[in-house]
């Protein structure tokens, strides 16, 4: 049997985690992000997950450039394109 010695030093306690939209507005990009939550039926979401995974595309992106469509900017409105 294998003997594992450990050493006294405990782990460094990771930094702590503000909150998920404070997360998404500090990633890299030209405008914020906001975190949007919908409900879709499980079929659907089935639909879209196995579509993207197989044109290895990220769920996320597709919707977002759905939604982009459906809603285009208006006057003083902009997408980070």
Do not use: Y
Not at 20 to 25: R, S
Not at 29 to 40: A, C, H, N, S, W
Not at 41 to 70: F, T
């Amino acid at each position: 049997m294998k003997k594992v010695s450990f050493s006294g030093k405990r782990p460094e306690t990771p930094p702590p985690v503000g909150d998920v939209d404070h997360w998404v507005a500090n990633q890299t990009g030209v405008e914020p992000m906001k975190r949007l939550t919908i409900d879709v039926p499980i079929s659907l979401h089935r639909r879209i997950k196995s579509q993207c995974a197989l044109g290895n595309l990220v769920m996320a992106d597709v919707i977002r450039e759905l939604l982009d469509q459906r809603f285009p900017p208006r006057g003083g409105e902009g997408t980070a394109s």
